[in-house]
């Protein structure tokens, strides 16, 4: 079973902390994703990394950074946390590249950090 | 820019009746892929269904089959035979070309409620 794990369930931090969401997947997946879910407003993008030391911004990377130094693990980062960061972050993998092509690559998800910002 | 629709923010059905969840989208791309993925109450994303840009017959999977209307950009998800165990969010999802990096984007979700 392909298993994606994100290092917190719930997590508070202060405003202006740097914060650090980690995750980790076990199945070689060359395409990982950072999503934030808000009621009403479903899934957004903020990073996505199609292979390691690679990223691409997705619809909301305003606050936000990431890094991918080895091909299983992608970090988000909030450089400095504010209210409005408060959120459940989801992070996916997913087979990518040319091995891919034509193929049903559905993403598999972590189960969520909830982010609390206080 | 690709774009995901879902206008239907709640849905209720009776149990063992049929329900359309709709799904629109927006691409110039020839290339993609649809998905859905049912999120219940404890957050957990799962995997339902999958239709691909050139598959000419709707995908069908148990339960569930995604009504794909490539003229009208519309990939909607169908589920018969409701149980309660379908209450749920469900998300609309498209995968851009791969030759664009394969990003994955969301629609706003639905959320199902099947009443007894």
């Known amino acids: 079973d392909v298993k994606v794990t994100q290092s917190s369930r719930y997590l508070v931090k202060r405003t202006g902390e740097k914060v650090f969401l980690e995750c980790v997947q076990d199945?070689?997946?060359?395409?990982m994703f950072w999503y934030r879910q808000d009621p009403g407003l479903g899934l957004r993008l903020i990073y996505f990394?199609?292979?390691?030391?690679?990223?691409e911004k997705g619809d909301i990377p305003e606050g936000y950074s990431v890094s991918r130094e080895k091909k299983e693990r992608f970090s988000l980062i909030l450089e400095s946390a504010s209210t409005n960061q408060t959120s459940m972050y989801l992070c996916a993998s997913r087979i990518g590249g040319q091995g891919a092509l034509g193929m049903n690559t559905e993403a598999f998800f972590g189960q969520g950090t909830r982010l609390t910002v206080v | 820019a690709q774009k995901i629709t879902q206008t239907q923010p709640g849905m209720f059905v009776q149990e063992k009746e049929a329900v359309t969840l709709d799904c629109t989208y927006d691409?110039?791309?020839?290339?993609?892929?649809l998905f859905w993925y049912k999120q219940p109450s404890s957050g957990e994303m799962i995997f339902l269904i999958y239709?691909?840009?050139?598959?000419?017959q709707n995908a069908t999977e148990g339960r569930y089959s995604l009504n794909f209307q490539k003229a009208r950009k519309s990939a909607n998800l169908v589920i018969s035979a409701s149980q309660l165990g379908d209450s749920a969010m469900y998300f609309c999802?498209?995968?851009?070309?791969?030759?664009?990096?394969?990003?994955?984007?969301f629609g706003q979700g639905t959320e199902l409620s099947v009443k007894p």
């Open positions: 199945m070689d997946h060359e395409n």
């Open positions: 239709q691909g840009s050139y598959d000419e």
């Open positions: 999802a498209m995968r851009e070309p791969y030759n664009q990096g394969g990003k994955l984007i």
């Open positions: 990394s199609y292979d390691v030391k690679m990223k």
């Open positions: 691409t110039s791309d020839q290339s993609y892929g």
